[in-house]
């Protein structure tokens, strides 16, 4: 439970919002890499924390991302030519470069220098991982690039989506770092069906009905586990990381033969609208499969589940009910809705665009939402008392996540902690 | 006339409003039954006051009408399981029974008893005449059960819908109590054309322009009667009874051998939009035709002129301007809309969502409504001075509403009182 | 660059609101002739200055424009019935005429003289040139009616279309009078592109990558130029007018064989939403073709750019992105889009409803935006005073707009004038 004021504090994103200024230290992902597929192609709106941008790849192949607005009179650059190293606005044909410099104005007079003096809003841009990400802080606090893991993979060991969800941001991430109700929503049992007993996973939710969930507060944000009494005294552990403010990573199995991670990030559109990402990595040597870098069966599969052409949208969404179907839900799943994912968006849409948490009643198991919204108020706190916001140091760039049968009562973290912070030291060349 | 005072609370009604107060004061109609068909069957949302709730019929057949969201994390219930005797959200299983209650908590640890102190809004509902009605009130005020006439003869006497209209519940009221607008938007002859004479009501609109109107008030709101003269120095009667605060029992005829009544309640489901039914029943012992009961020809059909897919919203409506046509309404009708309350819709409806009544002129044969808003504005401050309002004593149990003719300058409340207030008890046992 | 108070004041047009009260000192285009093609034929839905209207043409032929709402209990007119000489409100059958007087209450007792009391208000309509005016100011300043050149022709020599736009009125004044975007939104050429030499326009184009902009004020508003210069020493001069507040007078061509003028005026529907009208005729004596008198080309052709049935909105639009194809931006035209005022359109509306104007970077070629922004502050503040506005008074009925080839370095003005403002009188008798 949060008062007012508070899940205003942490829902608002806008420029000059405390929490808006706390994102702002952060690579924000944006774009696909390929929604920028050439240099000169045609330009790409992006509305990111309830800011107009405008993102274009210039000639020398670089990502520009600035203001929506031309400087001169308003009209939006999203219309404008893409042309040599340089955007060029269709009303009157000022260029602008990828820094925001005008540099051509061929409505004035040849001996003007009025251009010289015309700038508009500009932010540095990084592309690693298929994803381009943009740098919306001060410039002298620009910090290390966003190298997590799955982006130092090969293209054919990553997966990689995004959707739009129609509602605040926080619920998105609070949903994703809630490993309890995976057993609810998405693996729910109807009356009298069982879990599938030949993995350790189907044997632990035939035990368990719920996790227990433990957060080990971390430089970067915090590893969590959700636990689950398993036969014979033993437990079964998922160890996941939060990297702040808007980071999962997952891990599927710890099979030495193909260990995978996976995780989204959720990122304000603006207030009342997140851009979810979606990714999937192997840790191993050989490539994903083609349905594997697809993400099906997630609900977040690129021209499936998610409508492109719509910008982003989900194909199943509340003006369709998300398709649900009440008799599959009440003879094979809990939910009735197809594909984990498009689960979560219901739910989390559900809420509203920005849930009233004044009104909650949050149980022991809410223990790592609970832990995140202390974190993000300190962070805040951090920033606008003039400090570094956690998980911007390169901390991150070793982690991965995993799962492990240890037995009842051992420490999860001492267990796993081998596993959880010893990736190698990024492929990628750090800035 | 009202001060924009004066409109604003008679038009407000949502929770801690004052006339919201008093609309929670009585027995609300909400679902038709069928909505419901079958116990554990998939729940149904309802907006009610401005107030989002969901209902559900549990094993038992009773129906649970509680808040759309889950105590827990506000997930709307509306996407839950009805499993037995309670409603369970999906995302983390919580179950509610019709009471509130949480009965289950599986997300919590089996030895913590914290589902005890959780509870959600829950109100009290009641099922009769096909419909399930719901209150709203405190839980010492509730009154006797809505045992009105119509819903207390067979299923095969009677026909029912429901539909939604976009505006103010106050002017669908204001609408369906005044009487004299009959003679135009839906009787109106257009230049030439005359009213068939084979029935009193059609000679005397020959000779009546417009009905006098008059109102004898009861201690369930009023009676009220439009007065149209007929040749031969007689009069043509038609008497209705306005029930506290929505309802209206209107009769077609007084043919002693096919005496019918039908009328509407008009409810808010918020300020700006509001749900109408529709029904009619017959007083004699013979079955109403399917015709009849499907309410053919009035714009209230199911299917037809309702869209149940579309959540009951009108076929015609003000984006296809009511299918309106011109050339009909020069030359057969005096609107050119087809259906007695799709033209009141279209009508009511242009006024936009809430009427500026602060610019009308109202005449003499506004009386009703005049009336209306008084009766209405003085049992708001009954209750907020701690009364009981009118129209929840159980005197409306016998009402009946009928056509006569009388000769000119008679008193027809003494001509009909005999007939208005007579009918047998409920066949069904009051609570 | 404004102060966001100026604009406000500048783009705020609603009843009292001191642009609004400026602009009701004008006659107003509203309809063109044919939405009201009969006597007594369907009355038509007008939203003009934020305020809402009905128009109908009488029996007598005159069109009433009267507000939308009955006096008696706020129906919408829209839906009455347009008999003898009146409107007739199909709720309760009362009857308003031209002047807004209630001339049949037949609701009313028929010794009722209440109607005589009843009034709506009701607005002084003007029809010439194709087009229905109305006058929303203050009975006793109606200026000399509307007897723009363009409307003083045979229809045969003028076309005529009108054009629903999706901001603020403001934007699209400052965009027709701009002339300077036309080397860049309509004309401009992709890298390697040449305009075509057969013309003086052409050769120009191919030297001058930008117009210098001339004001020369007047008592109507002001008349202005766009220079380009051409080989040999020459300058190819444009002489437009503006007349106030929203009328724009454009010259095709000086070929004394052929030679044309067109325009627009650009009304508030409100504050968001602007009518636009798009005139031409040829000043000659022989008739336009009918591909010219449909406006073919320019992007608002009534039926092909514009969609009758859909309210006269754009066919290419925000929400189908103007159907701008990039490959054509990129090799054959400047913007992607075709036609250009769906060019003018697609930018106006990207500035967003209402443009912040505080946030501008305006050069030396916005001259002729800067002063109409002075101007009109002026005439507002003249009205606000109780003074009479410029362009009432009718010296704008001999205004005609051209083209010529000058020296370089020659008055633009001097050289002009004797065109600029010689036409006959009006061949239609002012009242």
């Known amino acids: 439970m949060l008062t007012r004021e508070e899940n205003e504090l942490l829902t608002r994103t806008g420029p000059g919002t405390p929490m808006g200024e706390l994102m702002r230290r952060y690579w924000i992902p944006t774009l696909l890499s390929w929604e920028l597929p050439d240099p000169d192609c045609p330009p790409v709106e992006v509305r990111l924390l309830g800011e107009d941008l405008v ?13 929506a607005y031309c400087a001169h009179r308003r009209a939006n650059l999203f219309w404008g030519r893409n042309e040599e190293n340089g955007l060029r606005c269709v009303y009157h044909g000022w260029k602008f470069d990828a820094d925001g410099r005008c540099v051509d104005m061929p409505s004035e007079p040849a ?11 500009a932010y540095p841009t990084h592309e690693t991982g298929d994803v381009i ?35 605040n941001w926080l619920q998105a991430l609070e ?33 368990s009905r719920a996790a227990d969930v433990e957060v080990v507060p971390t430089d ?38 193909h260990p995978k991670n996976d995780g989204h ?10 851009l979810v990402f979606n990714w999937t990595y192997t840790l191993g040597e050989e490539p994903l499969s083609e349905r594997e870098r697809s993400l099906a069966g997630s609900g977040n599969q690129l021209g499936v589940d998610i409508d492109i052409h719509d910008n ?3 194909v199943r969404n509340r003006t369709n009910k998300y398709l649900i179907d009440r008799q599959v839900q009440k003879t094979q799943t809990f939910s009735g809705i197809n594909g984990t994912n498009t689960q979560d968006r219901a739910i989390q849409e559900s809420m509203g665009a920005i849930a009233d948490r004044t009104l909650e009643r949050l149980g022991t198991t809410d223990r790592a ?36 049968i240890i037995p009842k009562g051992a420490n999860w973290f001492e267990e796993m902690k081998g596993w959880l912070f010893s990736l190698e030291e990024p492929a990628e060349q750090a800035v």
Chains 1, 2, 3 share one sequence.
Not at 111 to 121: A, M
């Open 175 to 207: 949903g994703g770092i809630d490993t309890v109700h995976s057993n609810f929503l998405h693996g729910g049992r109807p009356p009298g069906l069982k879990y599938d007993e030949s993995t350790a996973r189907g044997r632990a939710n035939n035990v």
């Open 55 to 67: 993102a274009f790849r210039q000639t020398d192949g670089r990502v520009g991302m600035v203001s």
């Open 111 to 121: 001996t003007s220098n009025f251009k010289d003096r015309v700038q508009i809003p």
């Open 312 to 314: 982003f949208r989900s």
């Open 220 to 257: 970067y944000g915090y590893s969590y586990a959700g636990i689950r009494s398993m036969p014979d005294d033993m437990s079964f552990v998922r160890g996941y990381h939060w990297v702040m403010p808007w980071n999962q990573i997952r891990g599927y199995t710890i099979d030495p033969g």
């Open 369 to 404: 939402i609970i832990t995140a919204r202390r974190l993000l108020l300190k962070a805040v706190k951090t920033v606008e008392d003039g400090g570094d916001p956690p998980g911007i140091a390169p901390s991150y760039y070793r982690l991965r996540a995993g799962e492990k």
């Open 265 to 274: 990030m959720w990122v304000p559109i603006d207030d009342n609208n997140t």
């Open 133 to 167: 990400w943009v740098y919306m802080g001060p410039p002298t606090k620009q910090p290390a690039p966003p190298l997590f893991p799955w982006t130092q993979v090969p293209d054919t060991h990553r997966g990689i989506s995004k959707i739009w969800q129609d509602c």
